[in-house]
DNA sequence: ATCCGGCTGT
DNA sequence: ACAGCCGGAT
């Protein structure tokens, strides 16, 4: 009898995946969630820092509903995507709170958290009480697509239904936890995005993809992302040994991060000394900046956007009184708030 | 220097 | 349908 893709991608998990992951195998719904959601948008080397300190600091999901945000952001800060970490805390309270502590175990529950959609929801789903949902992640989009020869875009209403149908059929139904995991960690490890094992795989007999040569177009998306330029010139204001900050919180990029005075431009600026000072003197109503140093630009790419990022350190000699919105730190409160990483980056190669 | 991969909320 | 970050690979 001749071997199923499930048979043979489930041995394949029992004899030869020796990926290890800190949260492999672990059955608390909490430990679960917190990977999960660090693991979004986010490569597992990245993330295990992450989850480790989470962790730590927070051992009981009764620790983190009752940490203070800013905690929680500094954590996070440099994970990106910021909306995981408010969901996060909203969650965690929530099931404190409204649940008295006890994590939904439904699927439908489950997506019902905010931060949770169909994938973590089957994540959590199997991996915490082994319920029969496939995951549907990046991996699995691959692994199916090249084994299938589906070309039907995965960012498509209809290559969702086609994936989602799919990975359903081939889950291994007693087995979900080991099922999904053997997926990811295949697709992961064999069936890559790039220079995938094909000679050394254990699917290569039944890969539509492989037969036909079509690894290298497999899968199909169809949208291409647009990306804007926009310009940051950030002024380091400088007060009695204090640095002006703010938090963002407009509809935007960064959203509860802190920044420095901000001014987005349309356009690369050439700062110069005298148009430091127009520019303070007319805003700001500033005189006599001593102005420093002025950095030369840095580039962060975001999702859909491109940030040329600039730095100018200003010492002033009065507090500004037009100054809105923020506050004046001391160095040690502001190793305390979490910011972008194009701040952190910039700071942290100003020590060295 | 540029490209690529990775889910959820609105 | 679209917007949100970062690190590693190329």
Not at 11 to 17: A, F, K, M, S
Not at 146 to 174: C, N, W
Not at 230 to 247: A, C, D, G, M, T
């Amino acid at each position: 009898m001749k071997k199923s893709f499930t048979q043979i991608l489930m041995d394949w998990h029992r004899y030869q995946n020796d990926r290890e992951m800190p949260w492999k195998g672990e059955k608390k719904p909490y430990r679960i969630w917190l990977s999960e959601i660090i693991l979004q948008q986010t490569r597992v080397e990245q993330g295990m820092g992450y989850y480790h300190r989470f962790i730590e600091q927070y051992p009981t999901i009764q620790d983190l509903a009752k940490a203070p945000d800013q905690e929680v952001f500094k954590l996070w800060e440099g994970l990106g995507y910021y909306n995981r970490c408010r969901n996060l805390l909203h969650t965690a309270r929530e099931i404190v709170h409204q649940r008295k502590g006890i994590f939904p175990d439904t699927y439908e529950d489950l997506l019902a958290l905010k931060g949770v959609g169909p994938y973590t929801a089957a994540a959590i789903a199997s991996f915490a009480y082994n319920l029969p949902y496939a995951v549907v992640d990046g991996n699995v989009f691959r692994v199916l697509a090249r084994y299938m020869g589906v070309d039907t875009p995965t960012d498509s209403t209809e290559g969702k239904k086609i994936f989602h149908d799919l990975a359903y059929q081939m889950l291994d139904k007693k087995e979900p936890a080991l099922y999904n995991q053997a997926i990811m960690d295949f697709g992961a490890t064999v069936c890559k995005p790039m220079s995938p094992l094909c000679a050394a795989c254990p699917l290569q007999n039944g890969c539509a993809a492989l037969s036909t040569g079509k690894v290298n177009q497999l899968p199909v998306k169809e949208k291409t992302l647009q990306r804007r330029t926009r310009y940051f010139n950030y002024f380091i204001l400088e007060y009695r040994q204090k640095i002006w900050v703010q938090q963002r919180t407009a509809k935007d990029i960064w959203q509860q991060l802190f920044e420095f005075y901000l001014v987005e431009t349309e356009k690369q600026v050439r700062w110069d000394h005298s148009l430091i000072q127009n520019w303070l003197r007319d805003q700001l109503n500033i005189h006599e900046p001593v102005i420093g140093k002025i950095a030369e630009p840095l580039l962060q790419q975001l999702t859909h956007q491109q940030i040329k990022g600039q730095f100018i350190h200003l010492q002033l000699k009065q507090k500004p009184a037009s100054l809105k919105g923020g506050d004046w730190k001391t160095v040690a409160q502001i190793q305390e708030l979490a910011f972008p990483k194009l701040i952190t980056s910039y700071l942290s190669q100003l020590k060295s």
